[in-house]
């Protein structure tokens, strides 16, 4: 096993350290970099004087925040230069990549032209450590680092494969019972990660760990010493290492080798380190003979998760025999008053195992110059907290002239990130986040890459039909009839929140239905069985399905026709997915998608290919797609297609094979067909044996979408930043990519998607990111470390986040590992410290103004401050609200446009705000073109008069057509609603709800005209072999829906074979269309009534079924214009054809509500409320359509407010509403 040793990297001996230089061939050319001119050395003071001038043995530099620590680093190698030291005899380690960069780039420019020694990080230096030591044959195959998420997702892989070789009788690793349920966990993974890290740090192997589980007790930790054992031999199988185990190995390595004999070792940020690499790094300094200088602060020491451990640095003096302890003084970064707050932080940490007098001295730190400050404030929410940080950051950089990249905002954790920048985004702050907090497929530019890859590597199998399933067996035989006995019926998409439009259509006439919005399913029709009984795909089509949601109130009870912009439509139904048929004349697929169709490829979904069209790789925008969708129904209808499919079927058709869209208009199709040949390309390659790279790089570049993100990016701006930040992520992608073929080569495109799934933390890259240069940065208070702003905001500073007191790894107790034993857990008194020193390093990364923010909460049990808040010496300042208003331009435009029709502001306060919008007008840039549109008089809507159509909304020669939702909206309620929902057809997509409601009408209709006899498990039968197709938001609200559902057809049952006065059925669902005059209109009225019944004395009555969560009042009822019409329409004859020509008086209306219980009196929870309306009387239904007509006929439509206005789905563009004032003001 070579988890314990070295055999994988035996020592080479010809080369004598890492980092030699490469043979060149002669008379080949090599590039050279001009050398810098030298920089002036800088002025140092007496402490750093000392450490320049210390030559031998080692030394630790206690280097506060500010302290000029790398400038004395860099010093004291230039100063060792000088006196002859050889540059290879010389070592600088540092803990990351964007360190030793700047250190290489420093020492450069510091030495000019000489060459500067080795700096490098630690695990770098292992690594060239162990290859200069392999033998010849492993050094041809180079080991491969796995990055932090590889690792999580090995890790994880192979606890999961635990059950399974146990199930086979395979399995070595003997977790305990009560573990063994955790073993597909994520965070009994991230448990497992710390013990294995935690063991090899302290040079631990697999036996070393099993003996020591056995010795304290510890039986999951003899589990994990297995574990363990076959986790290394999987790593060097694959030959790669993760990092804990790379700097193991060098350690390993380093006391069985000659080491390179340094003159000196330099390290940074020594308080980072974990004990392997003190272990290392006591190997380098030949146990302490030889020249170490760490410069270091255990006040920093923040990076315990990671397996750093401060007692590294406070044992510095004991593990290098004796070394001497220097202080740096004096604080060349914080003003005086600021470092006098900082400073108070200190005060409060525990003394350590250092000299005292040199922690004290290092603790009170003198300041190089004057000014800096603190300030603490509390607001009442996160959101107000949130728009007041983005205040100060505006201030500070409008009125103090703080550039934006000199400010940054942070955080003690990165879940508080997203809601910070999008506050800050809105309100005018640019902002960068480090990319590296993110998990590349949360990035918004992979993800459509990531979808196109997964679609194109599907394989191309369609589906088998699926067959059409048996009629429920309680049906009996004697209900079945021809279903040509009952006519078609005509379906339309309803209102949002209005009832299912049905109508009986006119004789010769084709289905008319009505499409709703591109993703969602439709409200379907199809032919009704007339007396027999109706099969599952006949009752999917009378019901339809509805995706997105739930609305309150959806249901079908108005069943009135739509008016002529709704028969104009040229959207046709879809068909149950049983019923799906082919047509032979056409080939033409005139079945439909639930969401799920796969279209005719088989391998590109409905849902993915609107989402592909959607995204930047496609650029097709809604209305191109819309008008798209159109011509592939149009084309199908063309082919003799009488009811094709729905648009998003046609569309992921169209995708799937782009040849379909050769004759289509390239205005809106040009997207989509490009798309569609890339997706065909990529899968022929993928076919060939392309890799995941290949494919993702033919998918991006052969789109304008790099072109466009190079356009933005070269603009700057805020698009600037997010076109940067795209095209990093991309990078990102590939780089992945890449690196999967290198380490699993040939396991397929599918293996490296499910793996870029798996990973649930953002991977470290070697490649630098760009940060933008005019942004303010955010992130968590951890990645600050070493940087440095003139104005840091902390912020969500709140007492149980910050100090987080809880206990890391309380499973597993990775930390009880010790080097001399059961290690004690960490204190509450410990982990405070830490979060101390975590609080101390965000608050000094300041240099002239910190301010602390956090929520104080009025209640008593809301958030509340950190005890941290206080400890900076400053009083809080509770600030009560947001901000007046946001200090940006648009913001300014908005108040001195109010300030100018502001009946109280005097004239000479308007005068100056009118002048103050003409000179913000009259700005531009180089190319003439408005800074601020917003502030010039053309840009006002509210200042032009109303737009009036050349085309009448309806010919004035011509009946006005209306259906009683209409009536309601028009009349009563809002006539700017029922226009933008009715004939601008802006309402939201069909719901749930609607479908839930259409079942129990069609079920009803069954019910009372016979063909299902009226029993509850026949009608729940029925029920089940629709219901599956309504999607719900989640399974347990279909489960909710059912039971109401269930309930409500209980209701009706137990209602329908009661006595209601000697009340006899008469007609169900009766279609009807009446002209009639209403004072100087004539009005055509057209819809279907629920259910007609007559009494013995021939007078009818019209009952509407109600599926909603609300009812009307009494006095609603009394004067319910959908049930007046109803009877109204019954009074010109609507029922004359059902009573063989007989004219009955209208004896009422009433609504039957089968989701509510009626009262207790009245039968209770057993029955439906049943709401009455009288017999008609007055003309006050005749004066609500008179109304309701002339606002048609004169586009009168005015908002209205009330109660409706609550679920309104136009309140954003509805002057009447605060969100929608400014479209006219």
Known sequence: MSSSSTTRHAPHQGQPYPGPGRQRTPGAYRLVRTAPAPLDPPQLDAAQREVVDHTGGPLLVLAGPGTGKTTTLVEAVAARMERGADPERLLVLTFSRKAAVELRDRMAARLGGRRPPQATTFHSYCYALIRAHQDAELFAEPLRLLSGPEQDLAVRELLAGQIDLEKAGLGRVGWPDELRACLTTRGFADEVRAVLARSRELGLGPDALARFAERVGRPDWKAAAGFLAEYLDVLDLQGVLDYTELVHRAVLLAGSVTLPAYDAVYVDEYQDTDPAQVRLLHALAGGGRRTVVAFGDPDQSIYAFRGADVNGILDFPATFGGGGVQVLRTSRRAGAELLGATRLLTQRMPLTRLPADKVRAHRELAAARGGGGAEAYTYPTASAEAENIADLLRRAHLEDGVSWQDMAVLTRAAVSLPSLRRALTSAGVPVETDAADTPLRHEPAVAPLLLALRAVSRPAVAPPAAPLPAEPEAVPDSVVGEPEAVPDLVVAEPEAGSDLVVAEPEAGSDLVVGEPALGSDLVVGMRSAGAGGTSQAELWGRVGTTHHGAAPSAHPSDHAAAEPADEASDSAPPAPPEAADTDTDTGTDTGTSTGTDTGTAGWLTVETALELLASPLAGVDPADLRRLGRALRDEERAGGNRVPPPSDVLLARALAEPERLVAHDPSYARGARRLGELLRETRALLDAGGTAEEALWVLWNGTPWPARLERAALRGGPAGRNADRDLDAVCALFETAARAEERVGGRGVLNFLEELDAQDIAADTLT??????????????????????????????????????????????????????????????????????????????????????????????????????????????????????????????????????????????????????????????????????????????????????????RD??????????????????????????????????????????????????????????????????????????????????????????????????????????????????????????????????????????????????????????????????????????????????????????????????????????????????????????????????????????????????????????????????????????????
């Open 768 to 953: 630098r990111r760009h940060t933008r240069p005019d942004a303010v940065r955010l992130m968590t208070a951890h990645r600050s470390k070493g940087l440095e702003w003139s104005f840091v905001v902390v912020a969500g500073v709140q007492e149980g986040l910050w100090p987080d007191l809880r206990r890391r790894g309380s499973l597993l107790e990775a930390d009880r590992i010790g080097r001399d034993g059961l290690a004690e857990p960490l204190t509450p008194g410990a982990l405070l410290a830490e979060e101390r020193r975590l609080f101390y390093v965000a608050a000094t990364r300041a240099r002239d103004r910190l301010v602390v923010t956090a929520v104080k909460a009025p209640a008593e049990d809301g958030d509340q401050p950190s005890r941290f808040l206080t400890e900076l010496g400053v009083e809080p300042k509770d600030v009560p609200g947001r901000p007046r208003r946001p200090l940006a331009v648009s913001a300014l435009v908005a108040e001195l446009r109010a300030t100018t029709v502001d009946p109280a502001a005097s004239p000479a306060l308007r005068d100056a705000a009118v002048q103050r919008l003409a000179s913000l007008a009259a700005l531009a840039d180089e190319e003439g073109q408005p800074l601020v549109p917003a502030a010039h008089p053309d840009r006002w809507w509210g200042l032009f008069e109303p737009t009036h159509s050349t085309v009448p909304l």
């Open 956 to 1225: 004035r020669d011509r009946p006005v057509a209306l259906s009683p939702s209409a009536l309601e909206n028009l009349a009563t309620t809002c006539s700017l609603q029922w226009f933008l929902g009715r004939e601008v057809k802006a309402a939201a997509p069909a719901t749930a709800a609607q479908g839930f409601g259409n079942v129990v009408h069609v079920l009803a209709d069954e019910v009372a005209s016979g063909h299902t006899p009226a029993d509850l498990d026949v009608l729940m039968a029925r029920l089940d072999s629709v219901w599956d197709a309504l999607a719900f938001d989640a399974p347990w609200k279909s489960a909710q829906e059912k039971a109401h559902a269930r309930v409500a057809l209980e209701r009706f049952l137990r209602w329908h074979v009661m006595d209601r006065g000697g009340r006899t059925p008469a007609a169900s669902e009766h279609g009807f269309d009446v002209t009639l005059e209403a004072g100087e209109y004539e009005v055509r009225i057209r819809g279907s009534m629920d259910r007609v019944e007559t009494d013995e004395h021939g007078r009818a009555y019209v009952v509407d079924f109600k599926t909603g969560k609300s009812a009307p009042t009494k006095d609603e009822v009394a004067h319910h214009p959908q049930l007046a019409v109803y009877q109204l329409a019954v009074r010109e004859g609507a029922l004359d054809e059902v009573l063989d020509g007989q004219r009955p008086e209208p004896g009422g209306a009433e609504l039957v509500q089968l989701r509510q219980a009626a009262p207790k009196k009245e039968g209770g929870d057993a029955l439906p409320k049943v709401q009455a309306q009288e017999a008609l009387a007055g003309e006050w239904v005749g004066d609500l359509l008179a109304t309701a007509a002339g606002r048609v006929l004169d586009e009168r439509f005015t908002p209205a407010t009330g109660q409706h206005c609550t679920t309104c789905a136009f309140r954003a563009s509805c002057s009447a509403q605060p969100e929608g004032r400014q479209i006219v003001e």
